[in-house]
């Protein structure tokens, strides 16, 4: 509840409106994802199946993959979760991860048999085939496509819709006590559910939003939730039959912060609530820098600094700029009446041709979900109305022609009144604050483009500051945070679970020597290492590319665990494991002896 209403109160704040902020745990939640399942079952689309899960003894219970921590095969980051390594990106199973181990118990848990219900994706393969890559690759953006397209070359498994938990929406079939729906599975089906809570908080059918085919579904979202949002969830209402599918998913790839990726379990992150703290009445600011840093289709970083350029840069040395000095002239020479126009001059006419083409250049790039494109055409317009300006120079014509200089500033003020529409979507509060200088009410898009809609004579307010410049002294604050909390990431780790001198001595390190080394195909990460042990020659993937190149290794000695279970990595068996430290910046480095050794030697 407490952090329920930090980010919804926080996103009211920042001028995001929701019909319905809903919750995955409300009563018709439950029983919409419940009735979901039950369709699917009583069709027989489910495959009941046992197999075998993480446990933990200690604890008496089955782990979720967000319970399950363990390296990541890789990049080798020994904090990867069960489901996904936030170093890399990569999304990852339980039974992928290295040394696994419980985050309730800290110890190593044992595999135990159960039994789930399966949704077979593989069934539905061909249709996603056709529905997918022949249907929407027109449509759809180049990353969300090419990533659906890599799954499906890759070939489709049978997905568990349950889990072995204690909370959670009960499993409702026969045998399934103890069991509830997997968060995947019930998680978008609360698109559903939010429908039917706002219907009926608003005297509406919910159905047609869902069922009829001339509403159109979008889901706006990071790229590590593609698969679930174009692949799983269209299966699962393919399976149900009676909705709709979606019309487009136009994923954002990541936004780094500060050259890193953003994570807020390790308090990585620019808290929303705390930005309003900090920059109070700035809500548009924020809003533009994130707009104009989107990660359409790569991943993008988000700084400080550069927050702090396209504000003093661009929304005031532009947008604000240009504002300031129409409403201030025309305030000066006209005491804020809008002066008539008269005789149009051959570079009137273009600018105001110019202008009627902005309300469909925008409007086509926001309904083709190019946002940053959107932005930077509506910076296009007080560009033009900057440029306009300083071509026309009314502040030297208003001594010798009065007649031309109202023209100018009629044709300024029309422009400034057309970003008072045009720039809504972006800065929704700079909006109302322009409108209410220019003494306009809100206006429809429809109405943008024209050049009358300020009428000659009308009195429009004195100049308020739409933007403010943003000392070094706030950027250093923000940095300093940031700061802190890299210096609290890199305290050393506190020392694992005790193990029992008999679980260590079953581990056998031994000396070897780097005798062949190369590149993985089509990772950044990831050697392949041939290790003269000593007792063999075998083959071990490491994620240590981005630290050694490959040729430089032939010859080196390293420590390696050879007694690890084979496990392969990208397509290659990687038979054991080399031992490197990690430093508190994160770089790798070999564990070797001080002195060189033979091969095969026992390090213990």
């Given amino acids: 509840d407490k952090y329920h209403k930090i980010i919804r109160d926080?996103?009211?704040?920042?001028?995001?409106?929701?019909?319905?902020?809903?919750?995955?745990?409300?009563?018709?939640?439950?029983?919409?994802?419940?009735?979901?399942?039950?369709?699917?079952?009583?069709k027989g689309l489910f495959d009941e199946q046992e197999n075998e899960q993480y446990f933990d003894e200690a604890e008496k219970e089955f782990l979720a993959d967000r319970y399950i921590i363990g390296t990541c095969p890789h990049c080798n980051n020994p904090e990867a979760y069960g489901d996904q390594c936030e170093a890399c990106g990569s999304s990852l199973s339980p039974i992928e991860l290295i040394n696994p181990k419980s985050a309730l118990s800290g110890n190593?848990?044992?595999?135990?048999?159960?039994k789930h219900w399966f949704l077979p994706l593989n069934k539905y393969e061909s249709w996603l085939k056709e529905w997918i890559v022949k249907g929407h690759k027109p449509d759809w953006k180049t990353n969300v496509y090419g990533q659906c397209k890599s799954w499906l070359d890759q070939g489709l498994q049978p997905r568990a819709v349950t889990r072995d938990l204690d909370w959670g929406i009960p499993v409702p079939a026969e045998g399934a006590n103890g069991k509830v729906l997997y968060v995947w599975f019930d998680a978008p089906i609360g698109y559903i559910s939010a429908t039917k809570q706002w219907a009926e908080d608003n005297g509406k059918d919910w159905e047609p939003y869902w069922k009829s085919d001339d509403s159109k579904l979008v889901h706006f979202i990071g790229k590590d939730n593609i698969v679930f949002h174009c692949i799983i969830f269209p299966s699962m209402l393919k399976a149900h039959g009676e909705y709709i599918l979606p019309d487009n998913v136009p994923a954002n790839e990541f936004l780094n912060l500060e050259g890193e990726k953003i994570s807020t379990s390790r308090n990585w992150a620019v808290w929303l609530h705390e930005?309003?703290?900090?920059?109070?009445?700035?809500q548009d600011v924020i809003r533009y820098v994130l707009c104009a840093t989107a990660p359409e289709t790569k991943d993008n970083d988000f700084t400080w600094k550069d927050f702090q350029t396209r504000n003093n840069s661009e929304l005031v040395g532009i947008y604000g700029n240009f504002i300031n000095r129409v409403v201030v002239l025309t305030n000066k020479y006209y005491q804020g009446h809008i002066p008539e126009r008269g005789e149009l001059l051959?570079?009137?006419k273009e600018v105001l041709a110019e202008l009627k083409l902005f309300p469909a250049k925008i409007g086509q790039s926001i309904e083709s979900y190019r946002f940053r494109e959107a932005l930077m055409e509506m910076m296009n317009l007080a560009r033009l109305g900057n440029k306009y300006l300083a071509d026309q120079e009314p502040w030297k014509l208003v001594k010798t022609n009065q007649n031309r200089t109202k023209t100018i500033m009629n044709i300024a003020l029309q422009i400034a009144g057309n970003l008072s529409v045009l720039s809504e979507p972006f800065l929704p509060f700079t909006a109302e604050k322009l409108r209410t200088m220019l003494g306009l009410g809100r206006l429809c898009w429809d109405e943008a483009g024209a050049d009358n809609l300020l009428v000659e004579g009308f009195k429009i307010e004195t100049a308020t500051?739409?933007?403010?410049k943003i000392e070094d002294a706030e950027i250093r604050v923000q940095l300093e945070k940031l700061e802190a909390t890299k210096l609290t990431n890199k305290m050393v780790k506190p020392q694992k679970e005790n193990v029992s001198f008999d679980d260590f001595s079953m581990m056998d390190i031994?000396?070897?020597?780097?005798?062949?080394?190369?590149?993985?195909?089509?990772?950044?990460?990831?050697?392949?290492?041939?290790?003269?042990?000593?007792?063999?020659?075998?083959?071990?993937?490491?994620?240590?590319?981005?630290?050694?190149?490959?040729?430089?290794?032939?010859?080196?000695q390293v420590s390696i665990l050879v007694n690890l279970e084979p496990?392969?990595?990208?397509?290659?068996?990687s038979q054991g494991m080399v031992l490197m430290a990690e430093d508190e910046d994160g770089a790798l480095c070999f564990v070797r002896t001080s002195e060189p050794s033979s091969k095969g030697s026992i390090i213990a």
């Fill in 567 to 573: 496990k392969k990595i990208k397509g290659i068996e």
């Fill in 108 to 114: 190593k848990p044992v595999m135990k048999t159960t």
């Fill in 346 to 348: 051959d570079t009137d």
């Fill in 465 to 468: 500051l739409l933007f403010r």
């Fill in 275 to 282: 930005y309003l703290e900090d920059f109070p009445g700035m």
């Fill in 10 to 42: 926080s996103f009211k704040e920042l001028g995001v409106s929701f019909d319905i902020y809903h919750r995955t745990s409300d009563k018709t939640h439950h029983e919409t994802a419940s009735e979901f399942f039950k369709q699917l079952h009583r």
């Fill in 510 to 556: 031994r000396v070897g020597i780097i005798v062949a080394a190369e590149k993985v195909k089509k990772t950044k990460k990831l050697l392949k290492l041939t290790i003269d042990t000593g007792i063999d020659v075998r083959i071990v993937v490491s994620g240590i590319a981005e630290y050694y190149k490959a040729e430089n290794l032939i010859g080196e």
